[in-house]
Every structure is written in structure tokens, then in C-alpha cells.
């Protein structure tokens, strides 16, 4: 399966744009590029994926680098809300459709 | 539409003891997934239930196992408890088996083993 690899932690202040990288360098070109995040004492919930364009719904955007070794996911104004665990996985047709997770990102914001 | 539930909410055993952990899946989803997270890391795959068969599993011995009943709620039970079993146990469920389906979970149980 292909790694992602991103920041341990990241600090934002409210109501400002966050970008949360991930670098998947050996990603396949049948991969997705998901993105689930875990608020504090809940299970993970889906944000949003991709597969080669750049994304947008009511939560956040995805950003995808051209050679899709890379991508960006934008919180466009941030809220103490945001504040959880952000995971980027990527997915390939799989039999079970199995989650992969990777220790995530941490996601501070200051008021 | 009522999501993902999970019970108990958490638990304590001591070490030997079986443990059965509940899951009620979103409805019209005919999949349910269970993970264990350890506490400062993601989540782990242990198996999946489709359709009240076992449709693949992860790296867990075999004192993990499960069962899928024909309203698609699912048990996992955890025989010979180790104190390493103590984890968040999330279950997750999803419209269909395979491919790369949403996965929606619910808030876990919280397994303590003393």
C-alpha cells in the first residue's frame, strides 16, 4: 500500500485559511486521495477525496499537485471546531475498501 | 436518518476475560468494519463484515473474531484479553463492500484491561 506522509502538528489561528499538506510520492495512478479527520473522543469522519482535480464541498478543498505526488487540504476559515486529528489516505480498489491510517496531522487553533 | 452506534461506551476487564463490543450500522449499509486504535495512533484495520460474511481481515490473531446479523448490526468479540487489547474499538459502516466507498463510524468504545 502507498504511504503518505505528513506534519506531526500544525497551529492555526481562528478564522484563518489552514493548509494541511500530505506527500505521497509513490502513489498509483488508481489511487484516491482521501482525506478523513477524528475530533477529540469521536470516531473519524470522511472530509473529502480525489483522484487528479482539485476539489471543493461545504467542508473544505483539496489541492492536488499536477504529478499527484502531493496534496493540500485548505480549511478556508478555520473554527475552534476544526481543532481534531486530520488523516490523508489513499485508497485503491480494494475487497474490503479498508481504511490505512497513518498517525495524521494534529490540528490546533487559537482563538 | 440515524448513523452509526456503538456500545458499550466504555468497558473494564482484567486480563482472560472475553469482552463483546455492539455495533448498529447507518442504515441501508450492508457493511460494517471494525478498527482498534491505540491510544496516540490511527486506527487499525481488523476485519470487515459483508452481507453477514467475514469479507477480509487485518494483521489480529484469531481471539478477534466477529459476527454480522441479517439486520447487518455487528458484534466483535475479543477472547483471552491482553492488557495491549486496551484500545478505542470504532466500528464503521458503509453502503457496499470493496472499493473506496465512504466509510461512516461511529464513536467507539473505549477498552480498558487491567
Known amino acids: 500500500d502507498a504511504k503518505t506522509t505528513q506534519p506531526n502538528s500544525m497551529e492555526s489561528n481562528e478564522e484563518e485559511p489552514v493548509h494541511l499538506p500530505c506527500n505521497h510520492s509513490t502513489i498509483s495512478g488508481t489511487d484516491y486521495i482521501h482525506w478523513y479527520r477524528q475530533l477529540p473522543s469521536q470516531g473519524p469522519e470522511y472530509v473529502i477525496h480525489?483522484?487528479?482535480s482539485n476539489v471543493n464541498n461545504r467542508m473544505a478543498s483539496l489541492a492536488i499537485a499536477e504529478d499527484r505526488k502531493s496534496s493540500t487540504l485548505i480549511l478556508h476559515r478555520a473554527t475552534l471546531r476544526d481543532a481534531a486529528v486530520y488523516y490523508c489516505i489513499l485508497r485503491d480498489w480494494d475487497n474490503t475498501g479498508k481504511l490505512i491510517f497513518g498517525q495524521g496531522t494534529t490540528l490546533q487553533v487559537k482563538p | 436518518e440515524t448513523g452509526v452506534t456503538q456500545s458499550p461506551t466504555h468497558l473494564i476487564k482484567t486480563r482472560g476475560q472475553q469482552v463483546t463490543l455492539r455495533c448498529s450500522s447507518q442504515s441501508g449499509h450492508n457493511t460494517v468494519s471494525w478498527y482498534q486504535q491505540a491510544l496516540g495512533q490511527g486506527p487499525q484495520f481488523i476485519f470487515q463484515y459483508y452481507r453477514e460474511e467475514e469479507n477480509g481481515r487485518g494483521n489480529f490473531p484469531p481471539r478477534f473474531s466477529g459476527l454480522q446479523f441479517p439486520n447487518y448490526s455487528s458484534e466483535l468479540n475479543v477472547n483471552a484479553l491482553e492488557l495491549d487489547d486496551s484500545a478505542l474499538y470504532l466500528c464503521?459502516?458503509?453502503?457496499?463492500?470493496?472499493?473506496?466507498?465512504?466509510?461512516?463510524f461511529g464513536p467507539g468504545t473505549r477498552l480498558t484491561v487491567l
Open positions: 464503521a459502516s458503509s453502503l457496499d463492500k470493496g472499493g473506496t466507498d465512504t466509510q461512516y
Open positions: 480525489g483522484l487528479t
